[in-house]
């Protein structure tokens, strides 16, 4: 199955955000190695991409059953609200090195941090976990986390809360 470009429109089925020839010019910016072998890059982007789509990104899914975690809605990027129909050039540039990263040997499953939640507590938004250590099925691709921080959730960002 060969790539489906996810650019912005919500197009149905996509697996990747770049394409194969946006994927080696990146991969030369970055200096980092893909697969020369065509099949096996294409592999490894689609890897890239289901890396990604583990992670917790701030803002909205622009459509409730869009097939990858972008494009977003009410998303802010350096403290101006990113377009709901582009796809942020920090995706792209995380998704060839979570490709790099999984050419290299990373297992590119979806990471659990092992924090199991002890107690949670909604008035005044208390999160307790228990302290059993790192539990993983993945590894962490840490050049391309780089790429995605100030788009994930987690440390220092916001919680928006609705009262009903």
Excluded at 9 to 25: F, K, M, Q, W
Excluded at 64 to 81: C, D, H, K, T
Excluded at 86 to 115: E, M, R, W
Excluded at 141 to 146: E, H, L, R, V
Aim: hydrophobic share 40%; proline share 4%; charged share 25%.
């Amino acid at each position: 199955m060969a790539l489906i470009i996810e650019d912005g429109s919500i197009v149905a089925n996509a697996n990747s955000y770049v394409t194969d020839a946006e994927a080696l010019v990146i991969a030369d910016n970055l200096s980092i190695d893909l697969p020369s072998d065509p099949a096996e890059r294409e592999k490894a982007l689609k890897q890239g991409t289901w890396y990604i789509q583990g992670k917790c990104f701030k803002g909205d899914y622009v459509e409730a059953l869009q097939p990858v975690a972008f494009p977003r809605s009410n998303m802010y990027i350096n403290g101006f609200e990113f377009p709901n129909d582009d796809i942020p050039v920090q995706v792209k540039n995380a998704q060839v090195a979570a490709a790099s990263g999984y050419f290299l040997g990373a297992n590119t499953a979806v990471v659990n941090d092992g924090k199991e939640i002890k107690k949670e507590k909604i008035d005044v938004l208390v999160v307790e976990y228990f302290e059993n250590g790192k539990t993983s099925s993945g590894d962490k691709i840490t050049f391309a986390d780089q790429w995605l921080q100030g788009l994930t959730c987690g440390r220092g960002s916001f919680l928006r809360v609705v009262r009903c």
